[in-house]
């Protein structure tokens, strides 16, 4: 079945230490976008990226990094530079970056920072 | 003031109720409008794209209004199961790029 994968699901990290959160669509969709959710907040874009080798900061990209080797595969990184790290990161992915297509949403990765 | 602007809500109906929502957007030159439905702790999912003739898919209607900016969204004979967060999404260009701008939603509670 097509279909965006996060992994891992739930990750625990020690403040002062880099998670890398993984995204991995098989849709051979050309964009894909990470997002962070807070309790009861919307979503909130961090990195977005329309082709290989190339990706765009979103509105709160400040302690995060990506990468965009591969057309299946957009990762992201969150390093110890971000504050508040606890959240529900989303990533999604649309078929192409033209005027229409709906983005499609992997399960999410819930990252607690103890 | 925000790119896209829901009413949070929660709107309390019971079963059987007819119940609409509204979202404003900011950029009139934003391109595709879609609802999504989240669940609690779950990801968002697709309820239905927009269109400018305005369309329905069963007891659902989402209309655009691109004069005034808003789209709304209507359910009809309201289902234990709607209850949700509903976010109105906006996708606009920017810079030559494009982005899917998300409503902060409105959460719904269906009650028996």
């Known amino acids: 079945d097509g279909g965006i994968t996060q992994s891992p699901k739930y990750l625990f990290r020690k403040e002062g230490q880099n998670v890398t959160l993984s995204c991995e669509q098989n849709l051979n969709h050309d964009a894909m976008y990470w997002y962070r959710q807070d309790p009861g907040q919307g979503l909130r874009l961090i990195y977005y990226s329309q082709i290989v080798n190339d990706f765009q900061k979103g509105d709160i990209a400040e302690g995060y990094s990506v990468s965009r080797e591969k057309k299946e595969s957009f990762p992201l990184t969150v390093t110890s530079a971000q504050k508040n790290p606890t959240a529900f990161y989303l990533c999604?992915?649309?078929?192409?970056?033209?005027?229409?297509?709906?983005?499609?949403f992997g399960e999410g990765s819930r990252l607690t920072v103890l | 003031r925000k790119e896209v602007e829901q009413d949070p809500g929660p709107f309390n109906v019971p079963e059987g109720a007819t119940v609409a929502f509204n979202c404003t957007y900011s950029n009139s030159a934003s391109q595709s409008f879609f609802w999504y439905r989240q669940d609690c702790r779950k990801e968002p999912k697709l309820l239905m794209s927009v269109y400018s003739s305005g369309n329905e898919d069963g007891r659902f209607t989402a209309q655009l209004n691109r004069a005034s900016q808003y789209i709304s969204l209507l359910i009809r004979d309201s289902k234990l199961s709607d209850s949700a967060t509903y976010l109105c999404v906006v996708k606009e260009t920017a810079s030559g790029t494009y982005k899917y701008i998300f409503g902060t939603g409105t959460r719904l509670k269906v009650l028996a």
């Open positions: 999604a992915s649309s078929i192409y970056a033209g005027q229409t297509g709906e983005l499609f």
